[in-house]
Nanobody, 124 residues
Framework: QVQLVESGGGLVQAGGSLRLSCAAS????????LGWFRQAPGKEREFVAAISWSGGRLYYADSVKGRFTISRDNAKNTVSLQMNSLSPEDTGVYYCAADSSPGRTNWRGSYGYWGQGTQVTVSS
């Protein structure tokens, strides 16, 4: 069982930066693939980024490549998402997700554990 709690969301102007964090409980955290998804009002939850259990493999949605960076610290049971050059299109609720063996890292249905989400609002 894994419990996830996100933090770091807020209101930022376009071009600004935010860093999201997700704290996880569970002794097997280091063996889980971790992902970030987001959901804008009226839209489906979409993939943002994911990281393998070792941190050696990183996956990004095309829309965030070069702007967002995912990282993890297995010693602290945390995963982070550094978001730079934010635009209003990045607005939404950001969710942390985890799974021991997701079939597809960019598909929300692959993840069995989810946090409650943190709101990110980017003003123009």
């Amino acid at each position: 069982q894994v419990q996830l709690v996100e933090s770091g969301g807020g209101l930022v102007q376009a071009g600004g930066s935010l860093r999201l964090s997700c704290a996880a409980s569970g002794r097997t955290f280091s063996t889980y693939v971790l992902g970030w998804f987001r959901q804008a009002p009226g839209k489906e939850r979409e993939f943002v980024a994911a990281i393998s259990w070792s941190g050696g493999r990183l996956y990004y949605a095309d829309s965030v490549k070069g702007r967002f960076t995912i990282s993890r610290d297995n010693a602290k049971n945390t995963v982070s998402l550094q978001m730079n050059s934010l635009s209003p299109e990045d607005t939404g609720v950001y969710y942390c997700a985890a799974d021991s063996s997701p079939g597809r890292t960019n598909w929300r249905g692959s993840y069995g554990y989810w946090g409650q989400g943190t709101q990110v609002t980017v003003s123009s």
